[in-house]
């Protein structure tokens, strides 16, 4: 089983060189180069080359993601065409209201020439994007849409639908485990949204903690500092993985040949339960194939 390790995903603003020139050192396991919400509008014809520059660099394994501007505004058509050529990991689509964006954004990467590789990233920061979940990470199914991520705006979702965010996210639980489902419905990755108080590193912890339990697969970030609490949160535990470890180990011993259900440890585990151990170890291994575990 593959699986790529995206526990924490750091957004760094597009019209900062001194930043985009450090991001290649720090230990997120992505990075979204951003023209979007992070860049001035007299700066986005700048940082548009400065990031397209960036993206073609080393980044030591690290997955690279440039958020392009909407299609409707000036400068998200440029961005798009820009990104497909430059080729990086993912290209993030901010105010993605239903699939026909997908769609749209996927048939101008291929029009553009970008690699293979390069997937598409959804924001869901908008009421509809919410309410057409299902339908946005259904376009998975259609290999043509390229479509791998999601990820929560939970500022944009707060301005627009007026529910402020507060701690513990009572207002936001419920949009976030509709994800959640449709994420999972559909074999897509799902990442949190941003924690807005930089200092405020206990609440932050118990945030991923949260984003975590609801079945997340990992946080955006908005500074280097959140990296390595956000990375140990995210990580299988090493009771996890011995667990995992062990449940493979039962269901491969001969005496459990073909049985759907066995008995380990007192406890009752399904095939279910094999197939979850069988994707914590290999989130596991390959965050130690990263080498930045913590």
Not at 189 to 210: H, M, P, S, T, W
Not at 240 to 266: C, H, T, W
Request: aromatic share 4%.
């Amino acid at each position: 089983m593959h699986a790529r390790p995206r526990r924490s995903v750091l957004y760094m603003p597009g019209s900062n060189a001194k930043a985009l020139a450090k991001a290649a050192t720090l230990p997120a396991d992505a990075l979204i180069l951003d023209l979007e919400d992070s860049v001035a509008p007299d700066a986005k014809e700048a940082a548009r080359g400065q990031v397209m520059a960036a993206a073609r660099g080393d980044f030591g394994g690290r997955e690279v993601v440039i958020r392009v501007n909407g299609q409707h505004t000036p400068w998200g058509p440029d961005d798009l065409i820009a990104a497909a050529a430059a080729g990086p990991d993912a290209i993030l689509l901010p105010k993605v209201d239903g699939p026909g964006a997908i769609m749209v954004a996927a048939r101008v990467l291929r029009e553009n020439g970008a690699p293979e590789k390069t997937r598409l990233w959804a924001m869901m920061e908008t009421p509809n994007a919410v309410l057409n979940a299902g339908q946005i990470a259904a376009c998975a199914a259609d290999s043509a849409s390229r479509l791998a991520v999601l990820v929560m705006g939970l500022n944009d979702l707060a301005k627009e639908t007026r529910a402020r965010l507060t701690p513990g996210r009572p207002t936001m639980t419920a949009w976030l485990a509709n994800c959640v489902a449709a994420a999972r419905a559909h074999g897509v990755d799902l990442i949190d949204g941003v924690y807005n108080d930089i200092k405020d590193l206990d609440g932050f912890r118990a945030e991923c903690e949260q984003g975590r339990d609801m079945g997340l697969d990992g946080k955006t970030l908005i500074h280097p500092s959140q990296i390595d609490i956000c990375n140990e949160v995210f990580a299988p535990t090493a009771a996890e993985v011995e667990s995992a470890r062990a449940i493979i180990d039962a269901f491969a011993l001969p005496d459990n040949a073909g049985k759907g259900v066995i008995q380990l440890n007192g406890k009752m585990v399904e095939l279910l339960h094999a197939d979850m151990a069988r994707r914590t170890l290999a989130i596991a291994e390959a965050i130690a194939a990263l080498g930045r575990a913590a």
